[in-house]
């Protein structure tokens, strides 16, 4: 498909257990977004990439959450030593504009939730 | 910085009447905004966006927004719902990271249910 693809699709940890959340983004896509969405919210801001460079964190709600965009593709969103907090659904989305626009919208993928237990 | 605040978490409606999500922004310069519409455990799509072009914003299956500065509202409708309606509908607001990208802030969102 040419859509934004998240995996898992769910993911279940126990409370201190690391995660790793993948994002595949459109192809040739240059900005690539990572939210938060408690439940019974609207998706939060967590990071964003331009490329390989990961131009803003301040999303990020701890030192135990870090994401990388090595090549400039695909992204992961890793989390440590997990809390019954960060249950959510973590949603990436990508634009083909490089910069500020509103002219370039966000693709959204179906985002993957994650329950600590 | 940038907010919107939806004013109801739900709205009913029956099939084939009017819809109206009402949402209120704050914003310290000209903003953009959008509505999005989330399905279940589906990914959000862009309804509508208004980028200070004509107020009144016209949209997919049939929604329109209107931006009032005046009022600094932009209320989401349709004429007449549809039951494929029923959905989260999220209002939001552009925001200028500190890079310069822009970063959208979503609302709380608004749960609308159609019944038969």
């Known amino acids: 498909g040419a859509g934004v693809s998240q995996s898992p699709r769910y993911k279940v940890a126990k409370r201190g257990q690391d995660v790793a959340l993948r994002c595949d983004p459109i192809s040739g896509h240059v900005s690539l977004f990572w939210y938060q969405q408690a439940l019974g919210q609207g998706p939060e801001f967590l990071t964003y990439f331009q490329n390989e460079a990961q131009l803003d964190k301040s999303g990020l709600p701890s030192d135990r959450f870090f994401a990388e965009r090595p090549e400039g593709s695909v992204s992961t969103l890793k989390i440590q030593r997990t809390q019954q907090e960060d249950s959510a659904v973590y949603l990436c989305a990508s634009s083909l504009a490089a910069v500020a626009s509103g002219n370039s919208p966000l693709h959204f993928g179906n985002g993957t939730r994650l329950t600590v237990t | 910085a940038q907010s919107v605040t939806q004013l109801d978490s739900h709205v009913s409606v029956s099939e084939g009447t009017p819809v109206l999500l009402r949402c209120n922004y704050s914003s310290s310069y000209s903003p953009s905004l959008f509505w999005y519409v989330q399905h279940p455990n589906k990914g959000l799509q862009l309804l509508l966006k208004y980028t200070s072009a004509a107020t009144l914003v016209k949209g997919i299956n049939g929604f329109e927004a209107e931006f009032k500065k005046s009022e600094t509202s932009f209320h989401l409708t349709k004429p007449s719902a549809h039951m494929s309606d029923a959905a989260e509908y999220f209002c939001?607001?552009?925001?200028?990271?500190?890079?310069?990208?822009?970063?959208?802030?979503f609302g709380t969102g608004t749960r609308l249910l159609v019944s038969p």
């Open positions: 939001v607001v552009s925001d200028l990271g500190n890079t310069g990208f822009q970063k959208l802030v």
